[in-house]
């Protein structure tokens, strides 16, 4: 089983940025991509944001378009997802997940294998 365990979460006031991590627990690792989703509370789960593996595309979801940025780092087995001008609405549980299929799917939950136990962002106004 890998493992994928976040960090980098807290409690900020609006407009200020985090940066969260998420690292897999084994030395060798090569999934197809790496993805964030955050569930507020009282709300389903959603697509934040994913990058494939190897070339390193990105897709984000319209809601954090130029506000977030998501990186990785192959050696490292760690996925990035850089948070700025953060807002109230932001605060969630922030998940990583890994695997995914197909670009069309990237954006959809069913399409990883991997995830990682949440963290918490909390954003006050």
């Known amino acids: 089983q890998v493992q994928l365990v976040e960090s980098g979460g807290g409690l900020v006031q609006a407009g200020a940025s985090l940066r969260l991590s998420c690292a897999a627990s084994k030395r060798t690792f090569s999934p197809y991509a790496m993805a964030w989703f955050r569930q507020a509370p009282g709300k389903e789960r959603e697509f934040v944001a994913a990058i494939t593996w190897i070339g390193g595309l990105t897709v984000y979801a319209d809601s954090v378009k130029g506000q977030f940025t998501i990186s990785r780092d192959n050696a490292k087995n760690t996925v990035f997802l850089q948070m700025n001008s953060l807002k109230p609405e932001d605060t969630a549980v922030y998940y990583c997940?890994?695997?995914?299929?197909?670009?069309?799917?990237?954006?959809?939950?069913?399409?990883?294998?991997?995830w990682g136990q949440g963290i918490q962002v909390t954003v006050s106004s």
């Open positions: 997940a890994a695997g995914g299929r197909t670009i069309a799917t990237l954006a959809t939950i069913a399409a990883y294998n991997y």
